[in-house]
């Protein structure tokens, strides 16, 4: 006979599941297990063992901990950024209630993320201000309501990018009732063209880093300090959008533009995501001018594009904590990597070869960043990315590759055994 429910729910291994998660998510694991018993799939005395395994297997969210061994290190598809030891703590901290509005020293309400706020100013002091909304997308969205709704944005041909799964910037800006004035071409766009396009339905100009994918050849586009000179002249503000968040310059990327060089050449504003080359959380980040950035703050879309408390939090962390993993991996020394990729591959009797790493989403296109990979047999791609963590690799010419760039140097013996129950499973 199926065991009643009543009986199921009262074993004491249950009522501890019970503890961890909602009694309706428990009473519908017991409801599927008894429905396959009924249907004879499963042996009615087999019906209290399946339903410990699967309360036993079930984990508060159904996110997945992934081991990225692609080499990619802004992988939008895994997270992007995966936050630092102490963003992660500052993460913790903050989920219970927060002095998030609220002064502490009188009692009152005070503005909200103040501290993720003077760690940015800290870190590119070239900014008066600075706001953190939802993400790089929001900020944008947010300057160009504030500048230039019912206006023109002008913007070169060259930089009207989609930034993945379909999202067009273009389509971003014109969704605020702000139209989008292209200037230039694809491959080439002059001073000349942002002049003749300026004039007195001009909301601002817009520069965006085309952070995604490179034109070379016969090209030109107009900086940000030159366009700051045609801006002064006709009283425009002018936005760059760099979207991958590097504060300053980093010699691994020389052709990625930062924060504090765009503001010193002159950008009014300047806007990049958090989760990207700066390593921290979804947020979208506003520098620039205090004008500019109170016009933005005071807006009501601001409200709507508020970041939460976690984000401010971990924001604050990342910038003022020890290098996070992001910039770790990007400047990840290849001898070390190396030294460990070989230490992996003997463990498992496998292969190092040549891998290189790449940026990933929000900066560096094309940028080889050279290193190893473990070369394992192809069929082991789909068992590694089904364990316990599940470990995602690059399959390329018939081999499974596993680059530790992105591997914490603690999680390698968990990359080991991740193999090796792999090949459990194909043999
Ligand atoms: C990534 C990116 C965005 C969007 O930022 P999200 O944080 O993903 O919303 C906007 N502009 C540029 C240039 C980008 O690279």
Redesign the pocket.
């Known amino acids: 006979m199926i065991p009643r429910t009543d009986r199921l729910l009262a074993l004491p291994a249950v009522r501890a599941a019970a503890a961890a998660m909602s009694e309706r998510v428990v009473r519908g694991v017991v409801r599927a297990v008894q429905d396959e018993a009924r249907s004879g799939r499963l042996a009615p005395e087999e019906v209290e063992a399946r339903v410990l395994a699967a309360l036993g297997s079930r984990t508060p969210s159904s996110l997945r901990p992934v081991l990225n061994a692609t080499g990619v290190i802004v992988h939008t598809n895994l997270g992007r950024a995966p936050l630092s030891e102490a963003a992660r703590r500052a993460l913790a901290d903050a989920a219970g209630y927060a002095d998030v509005e609220f002064d502490l020293g009188s009692g009152t309400r005070s503005r909200r993320g103040a501290g993720a706020r003077a760690a940015l100013l800290a870190a590119c002091p070239e900014a008066e201000d600075a706001l953190v909304v939802n993400?790089?997308?929001?900020a944008?969205l947010l300057a160009v309501t504030v500048l230039a709704a019912g206006r023109e944005v002008v913007l070169s041909r060259g930089e009207m990018?989609e930034?993945?799964a379909g999202f067009r910037?273009p389509d971003l800006i014109a969704s605020t009732g702000a139209r989008v004035r292209e200037v230039g071409t694809t491959n080439r766009t002059h001073p000349d063209d942002y002049a003749d396009a300026l004039g007195a339905d001009t909301g601002c100009v817009l520069k965006?880093?085309?952070?995604?994918y490179r034109i070379s050849g016969f090209t030109s586009e107009v900086p940000v300090a030159a366009l700051r000179a045609l801006c002064d002249e006709r009283g425009t503000p002018l936005v760059a959008?760099?979207?991958?968040g590097l504060l300053c310059p980093d010699p691994v990327l020389p052709e990625e533009p930062d924060l504090a060089g765009a503001l010193r050449d002159g950008a009014d504003l300047v806007?990049a995501?958090?989760?990207?080359l700066l390593g921290g959380p979804?947020a979208?980040l506003l520098l620039g001018r205090a004008e500019a950035i109170a016009r933005c703050a005071r807006h009501p879309l601001a409200r709507a594009l508020r970041a939460d408390k976690l984000a401010l939090a971990a924001l604050e962390a990342t910038l003022t904590g020890p290098e996070a993993p992001v910039p770790a991996a990007l400047h990840a020394d290849p001898d070390v990597l190396r030294e460990r990729t070989a230490r992996v591959a003997a463990a498992l009797g496998a292969e190092v070869v040549a891998h290189d790493g790449r940026v990933g989403?929000?900066?560096g296109a094309e940028v080889p960043l050279p290193g190893w990979a473990v070369s394992l047999p192809e069929d082991l791609a789909a068992p590694l990315r089904a364990g316990t963590p599940a470990v995602v690799a690059t399959v390329r010419d018939g081999a499974c590759l596993v680059d530790l760039r992105c591997i914490p140097e603690q999680d390698e013996q968990a990359l080991v055994d991740a193999v090796r129950s792999a090949r459990t499973t194909v043999r």
């Open positions: 993400n790089g997308a929001a944008l990018i930034i993945g910037l965006i880093h085309a952070s995604n959008d760099l979207g991958s806007i995501s958090g989760d990207k979804q979208g989403g929000g900066g």
